[in-house]
């Protein structure tokens, strides 16, 4: 088996959900080649060398890959996949928007969003929002995966030295092209990665009102997070969306307030270790998945919380 | 301007599903199925465009069993002008529905696809790119924000990071988010119009397409429950509790 991980990076740095799709191609066992595709990326090239699990990074430095386009990135991995059984990349927006694109061009069924591998050819998945998991074999002779980062423990960053290849074809396509970005600055750590995410629903009422729950995140270190109908009331943009289709997250600590617990919103959180709601109504679903549940009014719980941390 | 616009058959979001007795697949007997929610927002993004002169005409296009026709008329009620069931009895995976939707595309020769950024049921979020890929054209996925252009189209997305604007040259597939835009309802007088509309039936074989399964599905499981944990009386015993029994705190 030979296994081919695309590297998420923002050119700088390597996204951790890497190592957690190196953790997934760790269990299939095998060789472990990791691409980094990129515009003036020798930074995060010379992170990926590092790590201990590989055995070569294939870098590709080049305009083409500025903003890794679907366009011009699916056929630079696709032209690059023979020899390898898998291709696999943590399941970000970069890969979903990437990774079925290469697999129709190998003419292959994708598999998303694998949350457990049972053999090189099985694998579990969610689907249903996680109200289900599947359990699907593939018959096809390139497994082309996205993994959910947050059902794998990452692999070691460091301890490697793994050999450099550069490809240095790169086609642009030139049917598509970068425009413009608007991208969530903040001090406080990404979503996916907290150890702690403190969430806010319509409960909050307004996007004002989230200076309570960023107040609590910073004396926690962590990361605020928001339901779908806070992100569509434009208290808050929408990177901050948990869910079914916004972030995955599986904190130590998840603080859901004023949430009432959609199946949908559950989606994306529920994997946490502890689970604590903060709600005025007693009869709300969050609170059947809540390890300690505190029935109140948030404007007078939250306020409290923070004096008491 | 012409617009294809692929929906899928799915579960209602509200149901609750389950496993079937031998846990092989989900239990679909009698439970609700409506027009799964993304591609909801691409057929009212499809008609907005008409509505503002860019588009001349809309296609709804399905794969699936003989059943999606209830699917279909609802898209002919909300504004699409004809549809096309492309009719199997297998249940067919993104790779074969991308292959059955390019021999409808070449047939109709469209400038825009739209469809939903994932279904419901499979949340695979596969299908839009794997079109594109197979007609060589361009994606936006994920888009919150469309506006077309003379011979592109301006596409918003949402990634991980915020927010990204791409240009994109025509034909393209566009794949819908949530926030694209609202969904109207179909009105009663529609309704009944829709059922004058034409809907035309095709079979994968028809358009030369296999359609045969890469994956099986082995079974289906409940995820792990969580249990209701215990409610406390106040702020001082939840912050006691995460610092001291759940140490999660420090
Ligand atoms: C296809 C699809 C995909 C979706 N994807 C997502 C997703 O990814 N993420 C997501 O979150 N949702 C998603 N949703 C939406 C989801 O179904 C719910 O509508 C949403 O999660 C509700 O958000 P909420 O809990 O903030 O709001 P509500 O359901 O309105 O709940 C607000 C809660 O706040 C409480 N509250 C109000 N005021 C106070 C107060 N002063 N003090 C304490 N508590 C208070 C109320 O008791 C209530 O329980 C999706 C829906 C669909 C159809
Ligand atoms: C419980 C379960 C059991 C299954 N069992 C099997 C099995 O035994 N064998 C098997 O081969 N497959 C099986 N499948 C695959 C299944 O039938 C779906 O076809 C597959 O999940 C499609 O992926 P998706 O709809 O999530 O695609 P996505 O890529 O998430 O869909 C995105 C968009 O593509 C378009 N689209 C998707 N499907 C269609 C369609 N049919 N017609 C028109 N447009 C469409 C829509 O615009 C949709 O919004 C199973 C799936 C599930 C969930």
Redesign the pocket.
């Given at each position: 088996m030979s296994i081919l991980v695309i590297a998420e990076h923002n050119n700088q740095q390597l996204n951790p959900a890497t190592l957690s799709a190196l953790a997934a191609a760790v269990e299939l066992g095998g060789d472990i080649d990791l691409m980094v595709a990129g515009s003036g990326c020798q930074a995060a090239i010379d992170q990926a060398s590092q790590i201990a699990c590989i055995t070569k990074v294939i870098a590709a430095d080049h305009s083409a890959c500025e903003h890794f386009l679907a366009e011009n990135i699916a056929p630079l991995i696709a032209d690059n996949a023979s020899g390898y059984t898998h291709i696999l990349a943590a399941a970000t927006t970069t890969a979903k928007n990437i990774m079925p694109r290469v697999a129709a061009l190998l003419d292959v069924q994708a598999i998303s969003d694998i949350s457990a591998v049972i053999s090189e050819n099985t694998f579990k998945r969610p689907i249903y929002?996680g109200n289900l998991i599947a359990t699907v074999q593939s018959n096809d002779a390139v497994k082309v995966i996205t993994v959910r980062a947050t059902a794998f423990d990452a692999v070691e960053a460091t301890g490697g030295s793994a050999t450099v290849e550069t490809l240095e074809s790169v086609n642009d396509m030139g049917i598509s092209s970068f425009a413009s970005e608007q991208l969530a600055e903040s001090d406080r750590p990404e979503l996916t990665a907290a150890s702690i995410v403190v969430s806010g629903?319509?409960?909050m009422?307004s996007g004002d009102n989230f200076d309570l729950l960023y107040r609590i995140a910073d004396k926690l270190g962590a990361a605020v997070g928001?339901?779908?109908?806070?992100v569509d009331a434009e208290f808050v943009p929408n990177d901050m969306?948990?869910?079914?289709?916004?972030k995955i997250v599986a904190p130590d600590l998840y603080i859901a307030?004023?949430?009432?617990?959609?199946?949908?919103?559950l989606?994306?959180m529920k994997e946490s270790k502890v689970i604590v709601a903060?709600?005025?109504?007693e009869e709300?679903p969050?609170f059947s998945i809540a390890d300690y549940g505190l029935v109140?009014?948030?404007?007078t719980?939250l306020p409290e919380l923070e004096s008491k941390l | 301007m012409k617009i294809l616009v692929a929906v899928k058959r799915v579960v209602d979001?509200n149901v609750k599903v389950r496993p079937n007795s031998d846990s092989s697949d989900v239990e679909l007997a009698n439970v609700k199925m409506s027009v799964n929610?993304?591609c909801e927002i691409a057929v009212e993004e499809a008609v907005r465009l008409k509505e503002k002169g860019i588009a001349t005409e809309i296609i709804a296009v399905t794969i699936g069993t003989v059943q999606s026709q209830e699917q279909l008329r609802t898209c002919l009620a909300l504004g699409a002008d004809r549809a096309i069931l492309v009719e199997t009895d297998i249940p067919v995976e993104p790779l074969a529905v991308a292959k059955c939707l390019k021999a409808v595309y070449e047939e109709e020769q469209p400038d825009i696809v739209l469809m939903g950024k994932q279904a419901?049921d499979g949340d695979n979020n596969q299908t839009g790119q794997m079109l594109a890929s197979m007609l060589g054209c361009a994606q936006g996925t994920f888009a919150s924000e469309v506006s077309v252009e003379e011979g592109s189209i301006a596409v918003t997305r949402e990634i991980d990071g915020g927010l990204q604007t791409l240009s994109l040259k025509l034909p393209a597939v566009i794949t819908t988010d949530?926030r694209l835009n609202e969904p109207r309802y179909a009105s009663l007088p529609n309704i009944m119009k829709a059922k004058q509309k034409p809907l035309a039936t095709r079979s994968a074989e028809e358009l030369g397409v296999d359609v045969s399964p890469r994956t099986q599905l082995l079974g289906v499981e409940l995820p792990a429950q969580r249990q209701a944990g215990i409610k406390v009386n106040d702020v001082a015993q939840l912050v006691d509790k995460l610092k001291n029994e759940a140490k999660v705190i420090s």
């Amino acid at each position: 088996m030979s296994i081919l991980v695309i590297a998420e990076h923002n050119n700088q740095q390597l996204n951790p959900a890497t190592l957690s799709a190196l953790a997934a191609a760790v269990e299939l066992g095998g060789d472990i080649d990791l691409m980094v595709a990129g515009s003036g990326c020798q930074a995060a090239i010379d992170q990926a060398s590092q790590i201990a699990c590989i055995t070569k990074v294939i870098a590709a430095d080049h305009s083409a890959c500025e903003h890794f386009l679907a366009e011009n990135i699916a056929p630079l991995i696709a032209d690059n996949a023979s020899g390898y059984t898998h291709i696999l990349a943590a399941a970000t927006t970069t890969a979903k928007n990437i990774m079925p694109r290469v697999a129709a061009l190998l003419d292959v069924q994708a598999i998303s969003d694998i949350s457990a591998v049972i053999s090189e050819n099985t694998f579990k998945r969610p689907i249903y929002a996680g109200n289900l998991i599947a359990t699907v074999q593939s018959n096809d002779a390139v497994k082309v995966i996205t993994v959910r980062a947050t059902a794998f423990d990452a692999v070691e960053a460091t301890g490697g030295s793994a050999t450099v290849e550069t490809l240095e074809s790169v086609n642009d396509m030139g049917i598509s092209s970068f425009a413009s970005e608007q991208l969530a600055e903040s001090d406080r750590p990404e979503l996916t990665a907290a150890s702690i995410v403190v969430s806010g629903g319509r409960g909050m009422a307004s996007g004002d009102n989230f200076d309570l729950l960023y107040r609590i995140a910073d004396k926690l270190g962590a990361a605020v997070g928001a339901s779908r109908a806070a992100v569509d009331a434009e208290f808050v943009p929408n990177d901050m969306q948990v869910g079914q289709t916004g972030k995955i997250v599986a904190p130590d600590l998840y603080i859901a307030v004023g949430i009432s617990g959609a199946i949908q919103h559950l989606a994306g959180m529920k994997e946490s270790k502890v689970i604590v709601a903060i709600n005025k109504d007693e009869e709300a679903p969050i609170f059947s998945i809540a390890d300690y549940g505190l029935v109140a009014d948030l404007f007078t719980a939250l306020p409290e919380l923070e004096s008491k941390l | 301007m012409k617009i294809l616009v692929a929906v899928k058959r799915v579960v209602d979001y509200n149901v609750k599903v389950r496993p079937n007795s031998d846990s092989s697949d989900v239990e679909l007997a009698n439970v609700k199925m409506s027009v799964n929610p993304f591609c909801e927002i691409a057929v009212e993004e499809a008609v907005r465009l008409k509505e503002k002169g860019i588009a001349t005409e809309i296609i709804a296009v399905t794969i699936g069993t003989v059943q999606s026709q209830e699917q279909l008329r609802t898209c002919l009620a909300l504004g699409a002008d004809r549809a096309i069931l492309v009719e199997t009895d297998i249940p067919v995976e993104p790779l074969a529905v991308a292959k059955c939707l390019k021999a409808v595309y070449e047939e109709e020769q469209p400038d825009i696809v739209l469809m939903g950024k994932q279904a419901i049921d499979g949340d695979n979020n596969q299908t839009g790119q794997m079109l594109a890929s197979m007609l060589g054209c361009a994606q936006g996925t994920f888009a919150s924000e469309v506006s077309v252009e003379e011979g592109s189209i301006a596409v918003t997305r949402e990634i991980d990071g915020g927010l990204q604007t791409l240009s994109l040259k025509l034909p393209a597939v566009i794949t819908t988010d949530l926030r694209l835009n609202e969904p109207r309802y179909a009105s009663l007088p529609n309704i009944m119009k829709a059922k004058q509309k034409p809907l035309a039936t095709r079979s994968a074989e028809e358009l030369g397409v296999d359609v045969s399964p890469r994956t099986q599905l082995l079974g289906v499981e409940l995820p792990a429950q969580r249990q209701a944990g215990i409610k406390v009386n106040d702020v001082a015993q939840l912050v006691d509790k995460l610092k001291n029994e759940a140490k999660v705190i420090s």
